[in-house]
Every structure is written in structure tokens, then in C-alpha cells.
């Protein structure tokens, strides 16, 4: 059993900052990609970034230059650095960790960007 455990989500103002984190726990053998996706009201669930084990990024068009994806791999943790957020950047964030070709998921956070 994998389990993963975000945090950091909340309300900020736009052009305003947060940070989420999400920690990885249990049968881990070996993390491959691990990053982040993002769902709002109505909409599909679609990539914001991830992050290969050798520290390879890959970024949604929506987000490029605003949001940075990190890992600490020795602590099985993947980050989401978020700046200049914009009120489209509402959502629920997904981080996930893919293990043995199977994608696990975390339980979701908030974030709303509102004045």
C-alpha cells in the first residue's frame, strides 16, 4: 500500500505565492515520475508539471515560467512552487507518484486565488 499526503493548499491573492508538498509513504520500491495535476469545477483533471527521478521537468503551457516542480528523493517528496498565481489557477491540486507503471494519487488540495 502506497500512500500519498499533500499539503500547502489555501486561499492567496492573485499575483500572490504558495507552495504544496506531498509526501509519499508504504510499499515504495522505486519512484519514477512524480508531479502534479490540477482539477477545476467542470473541467477534466489536465497536467500542471512532473518530475522524472533524474530531475527532468515537464511543464503545461498555462503554468511555464510561474510554477517549478521539485523532488527530494531521499525524503520521497515532490514539490509545486507557485508564483504569480492567477485566479484560472483555481483548483484542486492532485500530486501522484508513478510506481511500477501504476500512478498513485493524493487526496487533493484546495487552492483558490481570489481578492
Known amino acids: 500500500q502506497v500512500q500519498l499526503v499533500e499539503s500547502g493548499g489555501g486561499l492567496v491573492q492573485p499575483r500572490g505565492s504558495l507552495r504544496l508538498s506531498c509526501a509519499a509513504s508504504?510499499?515504495?520500491?522505486?519512484?519514477?515520475?512524480m508531479g502534479w495535476y490540477r482539477q477545476a469545477p467542470g473541467q477534466a483533471r489536465v497536467l500542471v508539471g512532473s518530475?522524472?527521478?533524474?530531475?527532468?521537468?515537464n511543464y503545461a503551457d498555462s503554468v511555464k515560467g510561474r510554477f517549478t516542480v521539485s523532488r527530494d528523493n531521499a525524503k520521497n517528496t515532490v514539490y509545486l512552487q507557485m508564483n504569480s498565481l492567477k485566479p484560472e489557477d483555481t483548483a484542486v491540486y492532485y500530486c501522484?507518484?508513478?510506481?511500477?507503471?501504476?500512478?498513485?494519487w493524493g487526496q487533493g488540495t484546495q487552492v483558490t486565488v481570489s481578492s
Open positions: 501522484y507518484a508513478e510506481i511500477l507503471r501504476w500512478n498513485y
Open positions: 508504504g510499499n515504495i520500491f522505486s519512484i519514477n515520475a
Open positions: 518530475i522524472t527521478t533524474g530531475g527532468s521537468t
